[in-house]
């Protein structure tokens, strides 16, 4: 039974942050097993929005459910009906949480959703989205991917001004600058508040009568627009992290919603300002690389046709002389699928990825080797004994999931095992709302790719350059892509000195 928080429900006392938080403490004293780590990075959060649905909290289940690969510890939904908002979250994925009991407690026409994978552990039902406030300018419900750079002076000063913070999170800070900005309207609020902060958000909000959508001013993280037609009233307007999520609602994709751009819907229809303009944009690159699902056509380009592209341009310019080749599943599997065909190579499931992994285990008395990895994949006996492999992954972090794969794929008969990579070595941390590790632990960052090579046990290894991952993204003039996890060059000011330091001094 996963542990939910409720807000705002009819006929339902508000669980009180005490006893989230005594929840929390519960859970974690527990003897329940983690799952191992994958050595990826991690998104932190996928967002929804809906207005004008009979079934608003179906949709964005729905909407959520598309967007599940962008966190899978904790998952929420808000809805509003003119007059109540009411939110539900808590820990688990978005099918565990919302059944059909759950749902039914959601009533309205307007919702907003979150998705969310989290580190920290003690908070996290609290930090759970989406986050509602009653402030001064009315109940508000934010839900937010990215993550703030100027945190500590803007927390400090309202904590001055008077605000009392509920979580950790710093998508709070949004709304407490909302409500203690002394603008005349709310919109006028909201574009005040967005503006004074930094980083990475793509934000869904929602009032009693009013759903708002905004991107920062760089870009960082993609939001979409889409329309349900509706031939008997008003069309359904939806918003969405990935577009994935439109197909499964049956909207059409209508365009981004632009950086720095706030939109408004309500029942009179959709207004658009720009709160901030003149920044030069700059998306994330790894979204294209690794986050975004391949049919999800995010920073007006499709994830699958940038991702074929990184493959082909690896074989062009990493080629290697091999029987097969090899993706490590699911993210490599349409770059491996360019580079075969680039290389006119075989394209083989040599490994087979069970899907069916929880975020739970019960490990084997006897440490087993390797145990994590093989959890997760295996090889395919027959297609790699004896044959020159060239294995296709879209990232190498720390090293230890990569060496593992490695040696899976020698154990299981390759004669040569070549690794290409469809993005340049990670060197820096990301402070615009993925998990990384800090730079001691990312191999990249310490080691150069020979070295990195000799640890994996690889008998040869490749990265992409940042010129042919930025053309495989049509990363040109007009469409700027953040490539700092890959170069130390941040877009932004406010990011952690400590961190980049001594990323800078190894360039
Ligand atoms: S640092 Fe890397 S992961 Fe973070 S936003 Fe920039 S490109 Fe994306």
């Known amino acids: 039974m996963s542990r939910l928080l409720y807000q705002g429900i009819e006929g339902v006392v508000d669980r009180s942050l005490e006893l989230a938080l005594a929840q929390v403490g519960a859970e974690d004293s527990s003897r329940t097993q983690r799952a191992p780590q994958w050595d990826k990075l991690r998104e932190e959060c996928g967002i929804v929005a809906i207005h004008g649905h009979p079934e608003a909290a179906r949709q964005a289940y729905l909407g959520l459910y598309a967007l599940q690969h962008r966190g ?3 998952a929420g939904i808000a809805t509003a009906d003119g007059q109540h908002l009411a939110n539900i979250k808590g820990m688990g994925l978005v099918s565990e949480i919302f059944t059909d009991d759950v749902l039914q407690k959601l009533p309205g026409y307007m919702a907003i959703g979150h998705t969310r994978y989290s580190t920290t552990g003690d908070s996290a039902l609290l930090n759970a989205q989406p986050i509602r406030v009653d402030s001064t300018k009315g109940l508000i419900a934010i839900a937010h991917n990215g993550n703030l750079v100027n ?3 803007l927390r400090a000063r309202l904590e001055r ?3 009392y913070f509920q979580t950790t999170s710093d998508s709070e800070i949004i709304v407490q600058l909302i409500a203690h900005s002394r ?14 902060v930094e980083g990475a ?3 869904v909000m929602m009032t009693r009568d009013r759903v708002f959508a905004a991107r920062d001013p760089r870009g960082f ?3 979409s627009m889409g329309r349900i037609k509706n031939p008997e009233g008003p069309d359904t307007i939806v918003f969405a992290s990935e577009t994935c999520a439109f197909d499964l609602l049956r909207a059409e994709y209508e365009r981004d ?4 751009e706030l939109v408004m819907v309500t029942g009179d229809g959709v207004t658009s300002r720009q709160y901030a303009s003149g920044i030069p944009q700059s998306s994330c690159i790894f979204e294209h690389v690794y986050f975004a699902r391949p049919d999800s056509r995010i920073f007006g380009r499709w994830v699958q046709e940038s991702r074929d592209q990184m493959g082909r341009q690896l074989a062009r310019e990493s080629g290697v002389p091999a029987d097969v080749v090899v993706p490590v599943p699911d993210s490599g599997v349409t770059a491996a699928l360019g580079y075969a065909e680039q290389a006119g190579i075989p394209f083989r499931f040599g490994l087979i990825r069970n899907h069916y992994v929880g975020r739970t285990f019960i490990e084997p008395e006897q440490r087993v080797r390797d145990f994590g990895v093989r959890l997760k994949l295996n090889p395919v006996r027959n297609l790699l004994e004896g044959k020159r492999v060239v294995l296709i992954d879209d990232s190498i972090i720390r090293g230890t999931t990569s060496r593992k794969i490695v040696r899976m794929v020698r154990g299981a008969g390759a004669r040569e095992v070549h690794l290409r990579i469809s993005c340049p070595p990670t060197i820096s941390p990301c402070f615009y709302g993925v998990d990384t590790p800090s730079k001691r632990d990312l191999i990249a960052a310490n080691q150069s790719v020979e070295e990195i090579r000799r640890y994996i046990e690889a008998d040869s290894l490749a990265y992409l350059s940042l010129d042919g991952l930025l053309k495989c993204c049509d990363g040109s003039e007009h469409n700027g892509y953040c490539t700092a996890c890959y170069t130390g060059n941040y877009p932004t000011q406010w990011v952690d000195v400590n961190e980049i330091l001594p990323a800078a001094a190894s360039l």
Do not use: M
């Open 201 to 203: 958000f793509s934000i």
């Open 257 to 260: 919603v632009l950086p720095g």
């Open 151 to 153: 945190l500590g002076n």
């Open 221 to 223: 993280r993609p939001l």
């Open 161 to 163: 001004d008077g605000a």
């Open 72 to 74: 899978q510890e904790s």
């Open 183 to 196: 603008a005349g309207t709310l919109v006028d609020a909201i574009a005040d508040s967005l503006s004074q």
